[in-house]
């Protein structure tokens, strides 16, 4: 069975930093394109950042460019999001997407997904 879980959401303040993570199993990472998507309340989902199976390319939403950045750990199946400089406007639940297609930014692109870890930036 497949399974994506997310971990190390939180609340902290604006400006902080924060670690988010996902570990598949079920699955080899090394065969997949990962991406990171957020949905705030009322809001629709939204892309934020893509990473190819190598890890050799990135790609990320205009809005979070030069605060976070995505890697990934293929032996030991996870992928991670790091976010800097935060701000309330990040709060939301993040996700974490498998795919075979390379930097998708649209989540029906992804075959598997997780439930997602909440991130709250106070302000």
């Known amino acids: 069975q497949v399974q994506l879980v997310e971990s190390g959401g939180g609340l902290v303040q604006a400006g902080d930093s924060l670690r988010v993570s996902c570990a598949a199993s079920?699955?080899?990472?090394?065969?997949?394109?990962m991406g990171w998507f957020r949905q705030a309340p009322g809001k629709e989902r939204e892309f934020v950042a893509a990473?190819?199976?190598?890890?050799?390319?990135?790609r990320y939403a205009d809005s979070v460019k030069g605060r976070f950045t995505i890697s990934r750990d293929n032996a030991k199946n996870t992928v991670f999001l790091q976010m800097n400089s935060l701000k309330a406007e990040d709060t939301a639940v993040y996700y974490c997407?498998?795919?075979?297609?390379?930097?998708?930014?649209?989540?029906?692109?992804?075959?598997?997904w997780g439930q997602g870890t909440q991130v709250t930036v106070s302000s």
């Open positions: 990473i190819t199976w190598s890890g050799k390319t990135t």
């Open positions: 079920g699955l080899t990472l090394n065969s997949y394109s």
């Open positions: 997407a498998a795919g075979r297609a390379p930097l998708a930014t649209t989540w029906d692109i992804y075959d598997y």
